[in-house]
């Protein structure tokens, strides 16, 4: 608990990123979670799932950013993406960072930017998925999705609901009434008791809870989980209710139990890995490890080791 607390307060200090990109050991771990820094590698790695009958969801690093032109850069780049998967014609969509967008620097400028984007992706045919990121954005994503991105954009778009937030359970009634699609995941933030549920007891328990809901009631929701005993809740739950493959989808992280994705997929489900590509990808491998502290160790040492050496 203690170690993931620590390598979630260093995924917010982009400080210790150029230390940890010049590490080559940092740079192998990132490249298990990472299909690399470049659209090209990225699109690679799409075809490679495409040949397992693997979809993906397209995911441009980058989060919290502070300036206007770094949100432009990152929309536009966004665009090449969605440009990219229509002229290559592989089977992918895309998710994305509101704060990536500029949601902590101007509300109604992050809209736009977001809308353009939009455009573009419904011109093409191609969804668009808002990842949620920590509750201090919660509200702001969501009411952002509800006011002007599902109104508008209807099934090209959806959203992301985290378990271990209390609020969600009613957040997912009112997507279900809204008939948005909803991806559904743990949620990967250090949170406080009194916004999130802290046992993993807990989280699962809110999460089986939010999964039959959006099973039974929702629009293709997507299961978002690697955690075995809530699969197999899942797959209880569809087959009890007679719920066919076709109307939801189970997503995993690229690199992560790709064992389990072979499976569900043989076994007749669509299956989603979700590939995140490009330079920033300090914080999204920090989550990745405060998930899996085994890993964390082996790499620490090794950052240190080279620290002390440095002259
Ligand atoms: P849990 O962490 O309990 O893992 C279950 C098992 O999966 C582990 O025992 C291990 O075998 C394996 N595993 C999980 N993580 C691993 C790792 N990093 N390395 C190696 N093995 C690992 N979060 C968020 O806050 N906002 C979002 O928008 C998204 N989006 C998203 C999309 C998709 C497609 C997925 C799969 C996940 C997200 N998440 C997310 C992340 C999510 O909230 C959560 O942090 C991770 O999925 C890990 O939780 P699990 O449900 O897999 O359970």
């Known amino acids: ?22 590490n080559a050991l940092a740079r192998r771990m990132a490249s298990r979670f990472v299909a690399g820094e470049t659209l090209d590698s990225a699109i690679d790695a799409v075809r490679r799932l495409e040949a397992n009958k693997t979809k993906a969801s397209l995911d441009l690093l980058g989060e919290s950013v502070s300036e206007r032109e770094e949100a432009v850069r990152a929309r536009d780049e966004v665009i090449d993406t969605l440009d990219r998967i229509a002229e290559t014609g592989v089977d992918a969509n895309v998710s994305v960072k509101l704060t990536q967008m500029g ?15 939009m455009t573009h992706a419904r011109q093409l045919g191609i969804f668009v998925r808002i990842d949620m990121e920590s ?17 508008e954009f209807g099934d090209t778009t959806g959203v992301v609901i985290q378990s ?3 609020r969600s359970a009613k957040d997912v009634e009112e997507l279900i009434s809204a008939q948005a699609r909803v991806r559904l995941c743990k949620g990967a933030y ?9 046992r993993r007891e807990e989280v699962s328990k809110s999460y089986v809870g939010l999964l039959e809901r959006l099973l039974a009631n929702g629009n293709y929701p997507a299961i978002a989980t690697h955690d075995d005993p809530l699969i197999e809740q899942t797959l209880q739950f569809v087959k009890a209710h007679d719920i066919p493959p076709e109307r939801f989808e189970f997503q995993m992280l690229y690199g992560v ?18 590939v995140p590509f490009g330079t920033h990808w300090y914080p999204y ?5 405060a998930e899996r502290p ?3 160790a082996f790499m620490v040492m090794s950052l240190l080791k080279e620290g002390l050496s440095r002259p």
């Open 294 to 296: 085994a890993n964390v």
């Open 164 to 166: 271990y937030l209390r």
């Open 257 to 274: 139990r790709r064992d389990l994705q072979e499976k569900l997929r043989r076994d007749g489900f669509n299956v989603r890995v979700y």
């Open 190 to 198: 250090a949170e406080p008791p009194e916004v999130a549920f802290q």
């Open 135 to 151: 509750s201090q954005h919660t509200e702001r994503t969501l009411r952002l999705f509800h006011e002007r991105l599902h109104p």
């Open 103 to 117: 949601l902590d620097l101007d509300y109604e400028w992050c809209a736009s930017n977001v809308h353009e984007l």
């Open 1 to 22: 608990m203690i170690l993931r607390s620590a390598l979630l307060w260093l995924s917010e200090h982009q400080g210790t990123f150029d230390f940890v990109r010049g």
């Open 285 to 289: 491998l920090m989550r990745r490890l």
